[in-house]
């Protein structure tokens, strides 16, 4: 989202010209797979942390051009809206002590950032959505100073053709009849990158799908929106309407949304870049001056750029990338499905837990995926964003008797009785150090063991300063975050933190 464009409205008027590219794209694609032209095995890993500013009350504050003008680091970006930042943690190879490394890199890191943001009237926030933001701090005037915005959002309502609205039906309910594409800049993610060899892709992205939705169970931090208690983790569904091409009518015919679960397991990243072509209109039909046929042919890495652009505006929860460092093309999976937050504790528990599970799953004789339905993992996935860590997930049954049938399941009971001895063999098998391994695991078991994660800690404590101290909800939702703050500051996982 961040790359930014210099484009006028007669580029993006040659459509034809850019499916053609697309198509080449795909072709030397499918070229470059089945000739081998990528790197070699390297267990290479990376992550982004999308950000929220607030100012020392909780509120939102619309400074990021001047926050990263203080930061001055090019590890620092923008986004969407003018109370986001992103944070970009270079990439490297899983094992040893990478995660306790990159807690360290990444407390630091953000421990700078919020100092250097205080000069500019802010404070970072790591959370999904900043539970102070209210729909007037989304208008188009919080949009980032960015081409590639402005034109996203005029490119998604005309291909709408008529105002964005927000339907979400929670805890409370929250009915919005227009806002702009900004609203979606309220969800703030972790984005896990895994590189991987095109033999390995479609494993590995069929189990990151099958376990998004445990992901999202446990690392829920999303509960309220415009002052609204909705979904544990409302993300996906605010960000599939608010970022919706489609009219009612178009949803009625089964036309396929740009925020997509998916609909079946893959056999390559090919089969993922030729959906995109094949389902999805482009929103920023842009062309590059390369030809990657002649690249190819010439010996070289082509960079596939449209390919890269259009795959870049749509929003699946484990999306393929193609890419090219140090002159040398590569693939990875970015898992894409988790909130921000709640502390960089929390955050690389989360990863442990991810890159841990699907290095197992990835190479299981039988792999879940042959046995769990993809509608069913479509279903658990809204289920988990829905009910948070006290989600039933259906899972496959274990033994013959169960061959091709799932059973509802705890999330929980799932984590700690089959996915967690998982996830330590995965990162055993990772090379990981024990002690590192057992502290972030640590973590998730003891989310499990309380049932708290960020999602269940902010009701709790709007909840009790409600009942206990005759809050308001603008107030207590106010309160609470600077809690939140306060803790989020400490370091501490999330599931140690006292309610109220």
């Given at each position: 989202m961040g790359e930014k464009v210099a484009a006028t409205r007669a580029e993006l008027s040659d459509r034809q010209l850019?499916?053609?590219?697309?198509?080449?794209?795909?072709d030397v694609l499918e070229r470059m797979l089945r000739e081998g032209r990528f790197d070699r095995p390297r267990a290479m890993m990376g992550l982004e942390i999308e950000l929220n500013l607030a100012d020392e009350q909780g509120m939102p504050v619309m400074r990021n051009s001047q926050v990263l003008e203080s930061i001055a680091s090019a590890d620092f970006q923008t986004e969407l809206g003018r109370f986001n930042i992103e944070v970009n943690v270079a990439p490297r190879r899983l094992g040893g002590h990478v995660l306790e490394e990159l807690r360290e890199e990444v407390d630091t890191c953000l421990r700078y950032a919020d100092r250097q943001a205080a000069e500019a009237g802010a404070r970072i926030v790591m959370v999904g959505i900043l539970p102070t933001l209210d729909l007037d701090h989304t208008g188009l005037d919080s949009m980032s100073h960015n081409n590639r915005y402005s034109l996203l959002s005029d490119q998604i309502l005309a291909a709408r053709g008529e105002d964005i609205a927000l339907d979400i039906e929670g805890v409370e309910h929250l009915a919005v009849e227009s806002v702009s594409m900004v609203a979606e800049a309220a969800a703030t993610s972790l984005q896990l990158h895994l590189q991987v060899t095109p033999e390995k892709f479609a494993p590995v992205w069929?189990?990151?799908?099958?376990?998004?939705?445990?992901?999202?169970?446990?690392?829920?931090?999303s509960p309220f929106l415009f002052g609204r208690e909705l979904w544990r983790e409302t993300r996906p569904v605010l960000f599939q309407q608010a970022c919706d091409t489609r009219s009612a009518e178009l949803k009625?015919?089964?036309?396929?949304?740009?925020?997509?679960?998916?609909?079946?397991?893959?056999d390559s990243a090919l089969d993922l870049f030729a959906e995109n072509l094949r389902y999805f209109p482009a929103l920023l039909p842009i062309c590059d001056d390369e030809d990657p046929v002649k690249v190819l042919a010439s010996g070289g890495v082509p960079k596939l750029a449209e390919m890269r652009l259009h795959n870049g505006t749509i929003y699946r929860w484990n999306r393929p990338v193609y890419d090219v460092a140090d002159g040398i093309a590569h693939l990875r999976v970015e898992n894409r499905c988790l909130p921000a937050g709640p502390t960089v504790t929390d955050v690389l528990a989360n990863?442990?837990?991810?890159?841990?599970?699907?290095?197992?799953?990835?190479?299981?004789?039988?792999?879940?995926?042959?046995?769990?339905?993809?509608?069913?993992?479509?279903?658990?996935?809204?289920?988990a964003a829905r009910h948070g860590i006290d989600a039933?997930?259906?899972?496959?049954?274990?033994?013959?008797?169960?061959?091709?049938?799932?059973?509802?399941?705890?999330?929980?009971?799932?984590?700690?009785?089959?996915?967690?001895?998982?996830?330590?063999?995965?990162?055993?098998?990772?090379?990981?150090?024990?002690?590192?391994?057992?502290?972030?695991?640590?973590?998730?078991?003891?989310?499990?063991l309380r049932r708290t994660n960020g999602a269940s800690w902010q009701a709790a404590t709007v909840h009790r300063l409600r009942e206990h101290f005759g809050m308001d909800r603008t107030a207590a939702i106010a309160a609470m975050t600077r809690r939140y703050v306060e803790y989020m500051r400490t370091g501490e996982p999330v599931h140690t933190w006292p309610v109220g």
């Open positions: 850019y499916r053609r590219k697309l198509q080449s794209c795909l069929n189990a990151a799908q099958a376990v998004s939705a445990c992901q999202v169970a446990l690392g829920a931090n009625a015919q089964g036309v396929r949304p740009i925020t997509w679960f998916g609909e079946r397991w893959v990863a442990a837990f991810y890159y841990g599970l699907v290095r197992v799953l990835a190479e299981q004789s039988r792999p879940v995926w042959t046995r769990l339905p993809f509608e069913r993992a479509d279903e658990n996935f809204h289920t039933v997930l259906h899972w496959p049954r274990h033994g013959r008797a169960g061959r091709g049938g799932t059973a509802p399941t705890p999330v929980t009971e799932l984590v700690l009785n089959e996915l967690l001895p998982l996830a330590h063999q995965g990162l055993d098998e990772w090379g990981i150090e024990p002690a590192d391994r057992d502290r972030y695991l640590g973590v998730i078991e003891q989310r499990c």
